[in-house]
């Protein structure tokens, strides 16, 4: 069935029909599109466009639609265009004439609009509840590991010593960061498009703002063109994805670090690792490559919608089909990396032994030993310099900082005394960082409360 073909003579060449078919990919918000129509025909009777009649048998109709589709009885065939056509000609063999009123002061330019619109944001629904999933385990990661300590790095060389529940709270924060952005989308993207026709609203008495509480939404949306030709949520929701996707992909990567024989930080779970076919040794990170990998796929989606949109003229043109797909994979890909990002995090194990070793070799507590000449009378500029003298001195021993003697500190500078060995050990170099946002245990603890207020909200 197609709802355009009056004025034409001919039948469309089958490789026109293939290439114009949408309902391959738009099948997949059927459940949107039965919604969206139940508010409008509720809305036309309302308005007295339509019998309450019309109205019920249309009502019923489109839900025996979606209880077949859903149980399997009614299965989508290929024949039609798209869903819209899909359902409507079924709507229409079910309850006969009344069925052919469903369109009634409604195009399809503001159908699929809505659809999208409706589909977007039940996934954005998904999508938060899965961040949220991703918060809540890096919170329990955090509080357990209060006191395990590693070194913090910059430019991937170990720079000063701080806590696990430190490093984690950097992602933590990101993905808050992720979750709030998608609260923003939904809440900027909720009104409601239905009403507008294909570009210029309709003569018929439309109630748009009950439609759209019927629907959810905040109100309708206050330009028909715009609301036809807009596609800036489903930008900004790619680029949201594309953020989430590059934060999951820098966990990753440590993890694929840290899972190295080298490093040895971590030991991830068997559910979660892959074997050689060849080596039979090996256990592989799999599972954290893959999320890393997909990242592009996810950049290629929001790259992909920025070229299609950036020469469209107002107001709907059919480029814009070509939203649906990359959408609809962005997001599925996303849902599907958070989901096994946080399985895998909860069932990974930290070798706390082996990291606090690291920290302690790799001369991170360098800046704490130039502190301590500070704080007996050095200038900090002398400081460093006497502490680089030391490391210099520890790399050609082969030793590190703490297993220097008092007489060789004494050697470089005679300010060094027996405390500098306190000055320098991991415990008080990370827990003398007590102002907010450092890797103290004190500190930690008022963020970790912060946090859990704002999950709760």
Not at 56 to 61: R, S, T, V
Not at 228 to 242: H, K, N, P, T
Request: glycine content about 8%.
């Amino acid at each position: 069935m197609k709802l355009w073909g009056g004025r034409f003579t001919k039948e469309t060449n089958q490789l026109v029909h293939n290439f114009n078919a949408s309902l391959s990919f738009d099948q997949k918000f059927y459940h949107q599109d039965i919604e969206g129509s139940i508010a409008h025909v509720t809305m036309l009777a309302k308005q007295g466009i339509i019998s309450e009649e019309d109205r019920d048998k249309i009502i019923h109709g489109l839900k025996g639609i979606c209880a077949d589709l859903e149980s399997g009885v009614l299965t989508i065939t290929a024949e039609h265009e798209d869903i819209h056509s899909f359902v409507e000609a079924n709507l229409t063999e079910r309850i006969g004439e009344a069925g052919k009123r469903l369109h009634t002061g409604r195009s399809r330019n503001d159908q699929v609009a809505l659809d999208m619109k409706l589909y977007t944001r039940d996934e954005i629904d998904e999508l938060t509840a899965l961040v949220k999933g991703l918060l809540k385990e890096l919170l329990a990661l955090m509080e357990k590991n209060l006191d395990t300590y590693m070194p913090g790095f910059t430019h991937l060389q170990k720079a000063q010593p701080i806590t696990l529940a430190h490093h984690a709270g950097a992602y933590y924060e990101m993905f808050d960061r992720d979750y709030s952005r998608l609260l923003d989308i939904r809440k900027r993207m909720n009104y409601c498009p239905l009403g507008s026709g294909a570009l210029a609203g309709t003569t018929y008495p439309l109630d748009r703002e009950y439609t759209a509480e019927l629907l959810g939404f905040d109100g309708p949306t206050l330009n028909s063109m715009d609301s036809v030709a807009d596609r800036d949520y489903l930008i900004e929701l790619l680029s949201a994805l594309s953020t989430i996707s590059m934060h999951l992909s820098r966990f990753c990567e440590e993890i694929i670090i840290w899972n190295t024989n080298e490093y040895r930080f971590v030991e991830i779970d068997d559910s979660y690792s892959t074997g050689s076919s060849i080596m039979p040794q090996k256990k592989n990170p799999d599972i954290a490559e893959l999320i890393r990998g997909k990242t592009g796929r996810v950049y290629g989606a929001l790259i992909s919608i920025l070229t299609t949109m950036k020469g469209i003229p107002l107001a709907y043109n059919k480029d814009m089909q070509e939203d649906k797909e990359l959408t609809f994979d962005a997001i599925d890909t996303v849902k599907g990396c958070l989901a096994l990002f946080t399985g895998m995090i909860s069932s990974m194990s930290f070798r706390k032994d082996v990291m606090e070793v690291s920290a302690k070799n790799g001369f991170t507590n360098a800046t704490d030993a130039a502190d301590y000449l500070v704080n007996h009378g050095v200038p900090f500029r002398d400081a460093h310099g006497i502490v680089g003298q030391l490391v210099l001195f520890c790399i050609e021993k082969g030793i590190a900082l703490d297993d220097m003697t008092l007489e060789e500190y004494k050697a470089i500078s005679p300010v060094f005394e027996e405390d500098i060995y306190d000055a320098i050990s991991l415990k008080t170099c990370v827990e003398k960082r007590m102002t907010i946002g450092a890797p103290g245990q004190e500190a930690m603890k008022k963020v970790i409360e912060i946090y859990k207020k704002k999950i709760e909200e």
